[in-house]
């Protein structure tokens, strides 16, 4: 079993606190595959992706042969004030696979927070108009303007974005509208189209509309089939731009490149981040060029050359590995194993996703639905002891989350839910340790 260590004591005292989401006190010293190495030399299977950052795995060869080379020539050449080659690769790349036959741009940043501000800069410059809509429980990132825009509970609440108006999100396990499961898509949009509205908002003053297609970090919630086209036709109604926050499931995650194109819309515009870098700190925004060269979103670091050559091989290798469609059988896979060998537990009250998002939704007990957090705490501090990483998410943090890096095995799923049906059996049995999990509060601190 893993033993408290040196690195333990020493991020304890020196590294702040306020960055902290922890689910448990793992230390990264190496990676392989969906393998992570802790400095004791311990594996453990990733289900969490390092928060789906780690699309291709953590040794993608190509992706560390593309930064060695580039590190070779400079590290530093940026986007603000000079050009590079690697930066408009990349941008055309994106510019290629993103849908819609219209002029497209990139904007390059660092994480997808800075991406959904710099979207929020962009769309108000462009329209001249002053608001912006997006959707409680949605996540968009974690500085002021991020928080402003995302509706989740364990950010601390809705203390900014004084501009941006927060309608409910189509839920279908825990409707906003409870007893209408079945038409909540429609009730959310007729929510803003004919309360919001037509009380605190002219539609006229709306910029654009800030959209997860699953909110995962709320708890995995999947819309039903017909939000995205209704929320485009809202859009077109009354001239307000889609903006699709793809910084978590894009690229591949979902079985699409673009997790939007299930439901066969067109975005204004795409956020891009996390995994875009291969590791490297990198986001994107994509979309529409004369949105995209409205206003100013820039930083020194912006576009930097080994971020964007990481970013572009990244690309490359998505379509090389066939990432896209295996997201899709590998999702499937996992889904069905986790509902034969995880369902029958009356604490499981759902499991939904789409491809290698999936997200277990923890109960009380199955009829009341009442979140169990405490199950969820324990349950992944129990994987971590027996080798699997893995987060929980949810508006009340009882959804264990699971998104992968994009190439697990089925042999490795099949290992991974059988740590799990052994996590949830010692808990059900009580023979976890409730003080453990305890000192790790992961997003409610
Ligand atoms: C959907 C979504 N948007 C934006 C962000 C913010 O990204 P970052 O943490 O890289 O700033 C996240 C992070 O979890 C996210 O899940």
Redesign the pocket.
Known sequence: MHKKNNLVDRDNIVIANSTKVRYNPMVIQSGSGSTLTDDQGRDYLDFGGN??LANLGYDNVKVKAAIQKQLENTSYAGIVSSINEPALQLAEKLVQLMPGDFNKKAWFGL??????EAAQRMVLAATGKSRILSFIGG?????DS?MGLSGLPGEGGFRYGPHVIKAPFPDQYRSPFPGDEINVAERCISFIEDYLFKTICTPNDIAAIFV?TVQ??SGDVVPPKNFLPLLRQLCDKYDILLVI?D???GLGRTGRMFSYEHYNVEADLI?L??SLGGGLPL?AVVGRAEVLDSGFAGFTTSGNATCCVAGYETLNEIERLNLVEYSSIAGNYLRDKLESSLMHYEIVGDIRGIGLIQGIDLVKDKASRLPNREAASNIVYRCWELGLLLYYVGNAGNVLEITPPLILTTKEIDKGVSILEQAFKDYTEGNIDQGKAAGFPGWFV
Not at 111 to 116: C, I, L, N, R, T
Not at 139 to 143: P, Q, R
């Open positions: 928060w789906a994480s997808g927070s800075d991406a959904a996540m968009h990132g974690t500085n991020g997860e995962s970090d926050d910084i978590k499931i956020l981040g996390k986001s």
